[in-house]
Nanobody
Framework: QVQLVESGGGLVQPGGSLRLSCIASGMLFSANAMRWYRQAPGKQRELVAAITSGGSTNYADSVKGRFTISRDNAKNTVYLQMNSLQPADTAVYYC????????WGQGTQVTVSS
């Protein structure tokens, strides 16, 4: 049974940073691409960043240059380093993997506010 557990969210001031983590279990983590999504109140879930099994990355235009996705296959963990946070980044952040796209964790809340 595939499980995804996100953590690391919180309240941060504009311009601040957070690092999100997502621990995956029940799958061969190293062989799977991983993605971070976010969903703001009243909006659809959107793809923020993705990393392939080989480490290639892609980002939404809105976060390019501010967010960095990375992975540690030894720890079955994918990270999202978020810098220069803005109020528009406020959302619940989720990780996901394309092979098990119906599996979602509980998410982690990120609130950017002064």
């Amino acid at each position: 049974q595939v499980q995804l557990v996100e953590s690391g969210g919180g309240l941060v001031q504009p311009g601040g940073s957070l690092r999100l983590s997502c621990i995956a279990s029940g799958m061969l983590f190293s062989a799977n691409a991983m993605r971070w999504y976010r969903q703001a109140p009243g909006k659809q879930r959107e793809l923020v960043a993705a990393i392939t099994s080989g480490g290639s990355t892609n980002y939404a235009d809105s976060v390019k240059g501010r967010f960095t996705i990375s992975r540690d296959n030894a720890k079955n963990t994918v990270y999202l380093q978020m810098n220069s946070l803005q109020p528009a980044d406020t959302a619940v952040y989720y990780c996901n993997t394309p092979l098990y796209s119906l599996v979602w964790g509980q998410g982690t809340q990120v609130t950017v506010s002064s």
